[in-house]
């Protein structure tokens, strides 16, 4: 996955490359999907929640750039796979996931790898996790159709925030959006078909 897939694609900082090289993807889907954990595709582990493209992954996390001393927020991290690979990266990560079954799976699979710096905890995903704001990195786990603000304003000055955020037509983009004093700017980096997260679908105005 790592040479074949991250590598190739653009994804050069070697503290992301080491990352991922250091957590097994295999541990974070079930039984059945063990064979196929490391494909270069989304992984569904559950309806409609998947384990992102390792791919778009490092690209986002390069974007963000999350640093030996950050604390990390990871939204909708799922099975947990994505907060690991953070938590090799972030002094302290925080997972928030809205399904308590997947909340409780991932905590069990970060306890067992001995992942002491990272805990998920339950929440609506559109709400972020303010009880422990401000965030140096925010990173998405799946696309939305926008980026709550309620969520952006939770970064710390300074802050980087990284999300595939689809577009009217539904094509997603891999976006950085970096927090100066209140003020927020945002740069697209590139193309990604990644599945929208639940509750983030755009919302259907009135045809007259």
């Known amino acids: 996955m790592v040479e074949s897939q991250i590598r190739t694609n653009k994804v050069t900082d070697q503290r992301i490359i080491a990352a991922f090289e250091a957590v097994p993807r295999e541990l974070f889907v079930d039984q059945a999907k063990r064979g196929i954990a490391y494909i270069d595709e989304d992984l569904e582990v559950a309806a409609g929640r998947y384990l992102m493209e390792p791919m778009v992954l490092a690209r986002l996390l390069q974007a963000a750039g999350p640093q030996p001393g950050d604390i990390t927020l990871d939204v909708g991290c799922a099975t947990g796979y994505s907060t ?121 105005g009135f045809v007259f």
């Open 84 to 204: 690991a690979v953070l938590a090799q990266l972030s002094e302290t990560v925080v997972g928030v996931e809205s399904d308590r079954q997947l909340m409780d799976e991932a905590n069990r699979t970060l306890n067992a790898l001995d992942v002491d710096n990272a805990v998920v905890v339950e929440g609506a995903l559109n709400v972020g996790y303010q009880k422990q704001a401000p965030y140096n990195v925010i990173v998405f786990q799946g696309a939305v159709s926008a980026v709550p603000d309620t969520v952006k304003r939770q970064l710390s000055d300074g802050g980087r925030l990284a999300a595939v955020v689809c577009d009217e037509a539904g094509i997603g983009r891999g976006t950085l959006v970096q927090r100066s004093g209140d003020s927020f700017s945002a740069r697209v980096l590139f193309d990604a078909a990644t599945p929208l997260l639940p509750g983030f679908e755009r919302e259907v």
